[in-house]
């Protein structure tokens, strides 16, 4: 997927990252469970070093973000592949401020998930 961000734009680097068994662990699920959610996009996982990862900011103590199921399905319906989706949720924006991904920690989710939707458009 082509996105168009101006060149200047760089994404940041989520704050931490955890390992799958750490979500097995926090979210108090199998490795099994963690890999399903990865694969019905609950969840997002990109690889690092060999090694598959989760920013540790799409987690919500025992569960993901309240707007990030809707948010990875929008995404990738639009041709957005993990690294694209990761990219798009770091990407710095003044509007909200911060990032796609901080935004969903507080009273912007619904913005970030309307701002998904017009991605298809």
Known sequence: MTESVPADV???DPAGWL?????AER????ISKVHQMIRDRELLAVRRDGVRLVPAELVANETVR?????ILTLL????????????????PDDTLPGT???ALGGDRAREVKRRAQATGF
């Not at 309240?66 to 809707?70: A, F, R, V």
């Not at 041709?79 to 694209?84: I, L, N, Q, T, V």
């Open 100 to 102: 796609p991904a901080e």
């Open 10 to 12: 760089q994404p940041i």
């Open 27 to 30: 979210f108090e699920v199998s």
């Open 19 to 23: 390992t799958l068994p750490d979500v």
């Open 76 to 91: 990738h319906d639009s041709g957005y592949d993990d690294e694209a989706v990761l990219r798009w949720l770091y990407l």
């Open 66 to 70: 309240k707007h990030l199921p809707g």
